[in-house]
């Protein structure tokens, strides 16, 4: 394995240090302004004359909503106050009028940068030049105000100026001894190796490596501890750069030649400075054009998985480091050497203090025990070997009981001296650009998963991904101007640095001045740090990571993603990191794809006898639609139709055409609703063509409803096949154009057999709906299929039970409009044409040219119409959607708001030439005057029709839904 570490531990997303982060942020002192913590303000903050709150942190908008919806509206700010003529402290005495929020500053700082709850107004977008000059003027006022202040010692408050010169910092030294052991650690483990030590070009820069790796991490720790929104950022180098830099060596040394090593030695140092450069200005455009959404892509139980693979990663690590392993295998080799009687004790030492300190850490929340327990360990450590009276230092490196110190003598600067720019060979970099790409590719992975983690480990709601990830290409492109490599902010040392006490500024700062001063002093000391102190603070952390990652959300995780965490973490940890990564997104997709297709794509499914169109239709072809209207079978889908859930599509249909189903129920017509589909793959539109094979053998008619011919659905099937120009899947726009082309071919067969009822040369009757010839395989081809019998019986009934034929012959001889009310009432009144002959005289013919409006929404309803020819649209633009509702001949209109005496809520259009019989409010008001009883039963009949009307409107709508 190449490159997981210690610093890698940033994958992780833990929960165990929120109890102590709780407990340490209400112990902590405050701290230099977040972001604006120059020398300046520094200065001006340590000499204040009171002890000023440290200000909040960014208030903007959570991750979360970063994620979902990049920033809100920017609050308005408020208007800047009148200014004052008097003297600053002759304020005016609040009255009634006066504001309840005054303009004084608050520990968020002025109304001018704040709204009233606190949250920051977002400045107008400028011009780089005003916003420049904003920058400059307020750096001159806080130098003036630092000036100011340095120069009147009377102002200074010393209590203030103690706690902030002296309290502080050494409250902050048991922190910063965790994370200057850390930093010497991966200095040790990683800087050292920077360089292809192997070759023996490079044999010799071992602790240049070091030095490299010490400036890069300094520059980082004062890039985060100064702008990053997480105060106890670790910033160090990234530790993946060095199987990327061993290529770089290897293609470098290939071209230029081993004849020739201080060009080898100055293009190759050269190249990984470009390579930091190039990192550095990825991060930022990343940052710039706010790509740091991105990360709500990746699964979570990817970077669990993740997390518990770094975790393994650091327990072999300690296994390397206290063992002396070099490279650790899982062979028997590898296991004899462990099991030897020299090695035995320096890897079992380690790992039970680390146990111990595992456990004692779940029962311990105080943010001193930590980095107790760690200073115990050399103290102990030594007070031991003193005791045996074993003390010597080269005995105890060689039997792996403290480390070995690089040479001595060599300046921590030597590696500037390497910088040859005449003797760099710029062809040999050029061939290093693959290489620096995916090595800048492979250091993005970092930042989207360390940011979010981070933030869940210390409830952090603030965090700015694309803020981070500017800073980190601020960070990488100083460290290469620098000569020195890429850097980030590593996850594992900031949670064991803020769980130690470390959750200030200024805490990072004396970090980097340490840090600074063991790089300078030499790294002669560290060639008497005990190994086993390092190897207990790698087991711990390895513990930690792999416990949160494996055993913490074992009941949280669903288990397909429980088993994708397992892989991840044995891939990761056996095999490699990048493996892993793949195992883990591999797996993600696969599960996606399972748990998916187990959620079916069929929304809801209907029967026409349920849910009918909202064509009004007379009361015969009503009923008759209510008894064959089980023919007709609704299935509305909707999601993303893929292989994954076509399928299941597939599946239901088949269940209803068989031959069991088909025998208890059997269906003509089949609508597919996709008014809720978002799209589909090549797989669904062949899973609809293998439907409508099926369904035209079974002489099932397929109609596709809900789909556009110009949307992308609609464009997809059209370029599949389905519903082409020789095919016979019908494809309507709306559900309700579906089911009124479905009725109309079932009202056929009633037509038909009206027809053959008809005695022979008797005239139609002018409200039959105007007839065209007859299709074969609807009703006239000689058929003795159930669905066929089922209509022909069901026409007949109706036919039958309301004597429609005799009583069309009968009512012939009558004259409009009492033909008309006689046929329409017939099923919704008990009286005779005596009853009704009176209200013959209360109503008035009205004719109407295609496209008139009868009425509009919110208008009087004045009027009550009996249509007897043509036909009218009823469209219900509502806030809750839009409806049409198609009246035809035979039925009536407006009757609602008619006779309750309310507005119109619809707009009612004459589609065709219209020939109808109105009612209006005088006659009505005449009808009620001199023939109550007319006017009686005109009420009931009107209920009776709006109550249908509502059954069959509510069930659309709930259909629609």
């Given at each position: 394995m190449s490159f997981p570490r210690l610093g890698l531990s940033s994958w992780r997303s833990p929960s165990y240090l929120s109890h102590d982060i709780h407990e340490s942020s209400q112990e902590q002192e405050s701290s230099p302004k977040d972001v604006h913590n120059d020398s300046a303000a520094l200065a001006s903050y340590l000499l204040s004359a009171k002890s000023v709150p440290e200000p909040q942190p960014y208030e903007g908008p959570s991750m979360l909503t970063e994620m979902i919806k990049r920033s809100p509206p920017p609050s308005q700010p408020p208007s800047p106050p009148e200014p004052c003529d008097g003297p600053a402290d002759a304020m005016p005495s609040p009255t009634e009028e006066s504001p309840l929020l005054s303009s004084s500053e608050t520990g968020y700082g002025t109304e001018d940068n704040f709204d009233a709850e606190g949250q920051k107004v977002e400045p107008p977008k400028g011009r780089w030049g005003a916003a420049l000059m904003q920058s400059l003027v307020s750096k001159k006022k806080q130098a003036v105000n630092v000036i100011t202040t340095v120069a009147n010692p009377k102002r200074w408050d010393r209590k203030a100026v103690w706690k902030r010169c002296c309290v502080d910092p050494v409250a902050c030294l048991p922190a910063v001894i965790v994370g200057l052991l850390l930093n010497i650690l991966d200095a040790l483990s990683y800087g050292m190796i920077l360089f292809p030590l192997g070759d023996p070009l490079f044999a010799h820069l071992g602790a240049a490596g070091i030095s490299i790796?010490?400036?890069?991490?300094?520059?980082?720790?004062?890039?985060?501890?100064?702008?990053?929104?997480?105060?106890?950022?670790?910033?160090?180098?990234?530790?993946?750069?060095?199987?990327?830099?061993?290529?770089?060596?290897k293609t470098i040394t290939t071209i230029v030649g081993r004849d020739n090593p201080d060009a080898v030695i100055a293009t190759t140092i050269t190249s990984y400075a470009l390579s930091s450069m190039l990192t550095g200005l990825v991060f930022y455009s990343m940052g710039k054009f706010k790509l740091g959404s991105l990360v709500g892509f990746i699964p979570r139980h990817i970077l669990i998985g993740c997390i518990g693979g770094v975790g393994w990663f650091l327990i072999v690590t300690g296994f390397e480091v206290t063992?002396?392993?070099?490279?650790?295998?899982?062979?028997?080799?590898?296991?004899?050497?462990?099991?030897?009687?020299?090695?035995?004790?320096?890897?079992?030492?380690?790992?039970?203090?680390?146990?111990?300190?595992?456990?004692?850490?779940?029962?311990?929340?105080?943010?001193?025990?930590?980095?107790?327990?760690?200073l115990s360990v050399p103290l102990i450590f030594y007070l031991s070997v003193f005791a045996s009276g074993n003390f010597d230092p080269p005995y105890l490196r060689e039997h792996g009981w403290i480390f070995e110190g690089p040479p001595s003598g060599e300046p921590w600067w030597y590696f500037y001296t390497l910088y040859k720019f005449n003797l760099v060979h710029w062809d040999a970099i050029g061939r290093c650009v693959p290489a620096m790409l995916a090595l800048t590719f492979f250091g993005i992975l970092h930042v989207p998963i360390n940011v979010p983690a981070l933030a869940q480990q210390t409830g952090e709601d603030h965090a700015n991904l694309d803020h981070e990830l500017k800073l980190h290409g601020f960070s990488n492109l100083i460290s290469g101007l620098a000569g020195s490599i890429q850097n980030y902010l590593v996850y594992a040392n900031t949670a064991m640095f803020v769980k130690s006490g470390g959750n200030t500024r200024l805490a990072g700062y004396e970090l980097a001045v340490l840090t600074f001063l063991v790089m300078t002093v030499g790294p002669s000391t560290i060639g008497f740090i005990p190994v086993m102190m390092v190897g207990v603070l790698i087991y711990e952390l390895g513990f930690e990571l792999l416990s949160e990652a494996v055993w913490a959300p074992k009941k949280k995780l669903e288990p397909m993603e429980y088993m994708t965490v397992i892989a991840i973490v044995l891939v990761m940890g056996i095999y490699d990191f990048v493996y892993g990564i793949l195992v883990g997104v591999i797996l993600a997709l696969a599960s996606l794809v399972f748990q998916t297709s187990r959620i079916s794509a069929v929304r809801n499914t209907f029967s026409g006898d349920v849910v009918g169109s909202t064509v009004r239709r007379n009361p015969t072809q009503h009923h008759y639609l209510k008894n064959t209207g089980r023919q007709v079978k609704i299935l509305k889908l909707s999601g993303f139709l893929f292989f994954g859930t076509i399928v299941g599509v597939e599946k239901q249909i088949r269940d209803l055409i068989s031959a069991e189903a088909y025998e208890r129920r059997p269906i003509k017509f089949l609508i597919l609703d996709l008014w809720h589909v978002s799209g589909l793959d090549y797989s669904a539109g062949e899973g609809f063509n293998t439907i409508a094979r099926l369904l035209k053998r079974k002489g099932i008619v397929l109609t596709i409803s809900g789909v556009q011919p110009d949307s992308g659905v609609g464009r997809t099937l059209r370029t599949m096949g389905v519903a082409g120009e020789q095919d016979e899947v019908l494809m309507l726009p709306t559900l309700n154009s579906a089911l009124e082309s479905c009725e109309n071919e079932l009202l056929k067969t009633f037509y038909a057999s009206q027809e053959q009822a008809r005695p022979a040369n008797e005239p139609t009757?002018?409200?039959?709906?105007?007839?065209?010839?007859?299709?074969?395989?609807?009703?006239?081809?000689?058929?003795?299929?159930?669905?066929?019998?089922?209509?022909?019986?069901?026409?007949?009934?109706?036919?039958?039970?309301?004597?429609?034929?005799?009583?069309?012959?009968?009512?012939?001889?009558?004259?409009?409009?009492?033909?008309?009310?006689?046929?329409?009432?017939?099923?919704?009144?008990?009286?005779?044409?005596?009853?009704?002959?009176?209200?013959?005289?209360?109503?008035?013919?009205?004719?109407?040219?295609?496209?008139?409006?009868?009425?509009?929404?919110?208008?009087?309803?004045?009027?009550?119409?009996?249509?007897?020819?043509?036909?009218?649209?009823?469209?219900?633009?509502?806030?809750?959607?839009?409806?049409?509702?198609?009246?035809?001949?035979?039925?009536?209109?407006?009757?609602l708001p008619f006779f309750s005496n309310s507005r119109r809520t619809a707009t009612v259009i004459a589609e065709r030439e219209c020939d109808t019989w109105l009612l209006t409010r005088e006659n009505w008001d005449l009808m009620r005057e001199k023939d109550p009883d007319i006017a009686s039963e005109f009420l009931n009949v009107g209920f009776k029709l709006s109550s249908e009307r509502m059954e069959s409107i509510t069930g659309h709508t709930l259909a629609m839904a």
């Open positions: 790796f010490y400036v890069s991490t300094i520059l980082s720790q004062l890039t985060f501890s100064t702008g990053s929104i997480f105060k106890g950022a670790i910033g160090s180098e990234l530790i993946e750069v060095v199987p990327f830099f061993h290529s770089m060596a063992a002396k392993l070099g490279s650790f295998h899982y062979d028997l080799e590898t296991a004899k050497k462990l099991i030897e009687v020299d090695t035995l004790p320096l890897w079992l030492i380690p790992l039970g203090a680390a146990t111990a300190l595992f456990y004692a850490l779940m029962r311990i929340h105080s943010k001193y025990f930590l980095p107790l327990f760690i009757s002018s409200l039959d709906v105007p007839r065209g010839t007859p299709r074969l395989d609807t009703f006239s081809m000689p058929d003795n299929s159930p669905r066929t019998m089922e209509r022909t019986v069901a026409a007949k009934t109706v036919i039958e039970e309301h004597d429609t034929v005799h009583r069309a012959a009968k009512w012939r001889h009558f004259t409009a409009p009492l033909r008309l009310i006689l046929q329409i009432f017939d099923d919704l009144s008990d009286k005779n044409e005596d009853f009704w002959f009176g209200a013959s005289k209360y109503f008035v013919r009205r004719h109407y040219a295609e496209g008139f409006v009868l009425f509009r929404p919110g208008g009087p309803a004045d009027g009550f119409w009996l249509l007897e020819k043509g036909m009218l649209r009823a469209e219900y633009n509502l806030p809750q959607g839009f409806l049409c509702e198609s009246i035809v001949a035979g039925t009536t209109c407006g009757e």
